[in-house]
């Protein structure tokens, strides 16, 4: 007899207090993020690969290590999402919305790199994110991450978590920065990794987030962008704080917040936690003016971020619980569940052989309440204190309610 298989190294079954955690923070943030007006959307799982190698970045670590790519049967090259921005802008402008701005999205789904497994990630993982597309003020990019903020204060985990803020600068600010970093990291070329060798040669702001541990040393007495900003880009950053501070949100500069893709510019943030090891990150995303153009539309600013279901589920207190269920059982079962459905009660028909062990099987799942249906009787039993009286169909849903 063959061995039993197993998930795939890097994935997992999402089961019981896994997913009662898993479905709290979606439903969580799908409520939260409605209030802010956010609609969701549901794009595909894997795309043209061009639509994330146009704007992650030839260079980021995703694209050159961990993104499943494959050609099809058709011979064209399809990606795994690896993350989900890029194929709302690309969703964006297939569904011609890029003149109905500004859009609101809210998205939740898996994910997929290839990387060594670890606390909280894994190689088909979970986000939920939202997207700010049209405006380019600092007050949206405050209203986005306010947005997250109440998320993790609604799933109570905001306690252990600290928001990292960092400006990247416009175009003229990042020439000016780039410039500084080559000059610095060449006169420690010596000292770089070979990956952020080639960083050097095409986007050495990739550098910054690097995670050698001799990088990190070089990074930590780097050039910082605050030098290099232009009066705009200075003005931008001075804005998104002063409105930080207006929707009541905590937060600490931190020039070493790059993030990880090519497509960010001016605003770019992080939450992050003690709580989960090294890999601490819980939220984070920025502004990315340029990313729409990339895929070939218009240039519509946008801003938004993505979260990590894993790591926020990890986090909560407690596993979330709903309501135990009614057991019915007896000749009259069927009519009487469905009725009480109707009136949303949650009802399980017992399929055990006999009235003991559908009264065990009642207890197993907490439930309070018992029903035995007959064509002449029902008789409504409270699990609790052994009590029990008969009752009508429809005097039932107020008894239990």
């Not at 705009?232 to 070493?256: I, M, S």
């Not at 502004?287 to 218009?298: D, H, I, K, T």
Request: charged content about 20%; glycine content about 8%; proline content about 6%.
């Amino acid at each position: 007899m063959p061995p039993p298989l197993q998930p795939v190294r890097g994935t997992r079954d999402i089961i019981g207090e896994d997913s009662a955690r898993h479905h709290h923070v979606v439903e969580t943030a799908r409520r939260i993020t409605s209030l802010y007006g956010f609609s969701e959307w549901q794009t595909p799982i894997f795309e043209d690969t061009a639509v994330f190698l146009r704007p992650l970045g030839e260079t980021s670590d995703v694209v050159t290590k961990e993104m499943y790519t494959f050609a099809d049967r058709g011979g064209d090259s399809i990606t795994l999402r690896p993350e989900g921005t890029a194929g709302i802008c690309r969703a964006l402008i297939t569904a011609g919305l890029t003149q109905t701005l500004p859009q609101k999205i809210f998205y939740q789904g898996p994910m997929f790199r290839y990387e060594r497994p670890q606390k909280g990630r894994y190689r088909q993982f979970h986000q939920i994110g939202i997207e700010f597309l049209g405006p380019a003020t600092p007050l949206a990019d405050a209203e986005v991450i306010a947005c997250g903020w109440h998320i993790l204060n609604e799933l109570g985990i905001a306690k252990d978590i600290v928001l990292n803020v960092n400006t990247l600068g416009d175009t003229e600010s990042r020439d000016k920065y780039r410039s500084a970093l080559v000059s610095y990291f060449t006169e420690h070329k010596s000292a770089l990794s070979s990956d952020s060798l080639t960083r050097l040669e095409k986007n050495p702001l990739r550098i910054l987030d690097s995670k050698d541990e001799a990088d990190k040393n070089l990074v930590a007495s780097a050039p910082k962008i605050y030098d290099h900003l232009s009066q705009e880009a200075a003005n931008f950053y001075a804005g998104l704080k002063t409105h930080l501070a207006a929707f009541g949100v905590p937060f600490t500069d931190n020039p070493g917040i790059v993030r990880g893709f090519d497509y960010y510019n001016h605003t770019a943030f992080e939450f992050v936690t003690q709580a989960l090891g090294a890999q601490g990150t819980v939220l984070g995303g920025g502004r990315y003016n340029g990313l729409v153009a990339s895929l070939g539309g218009p240039n519509v600013p946008g801003v938004g971020w993505a979260a990590g279901i894993e790591r926020l589920a990890m986090l909560l207190d407690s596993t979330p619980t709903t309501p135990p269920p009614v057991i019915i059982f007896g000749d009259t079962a069927i009519p009487t569940a469905t009725y009480l459905r109707a009136q949303n009660i949650k009802t399980e028909i017992a399929f055990q052989s006999n009235l003991k062990n559908a009264l065990k099987h009642a207890n197993r799942l907490g439930a309070k309440w018992a029903i035995l249906a007959n064509p002449e009787t029902l008789i409504l039993k409270n699990l609790d204190d052994g009590s029990q009286s008969e009752v009508t169909l429809e005097s039932l849903a107020s008894h239990l309610t």
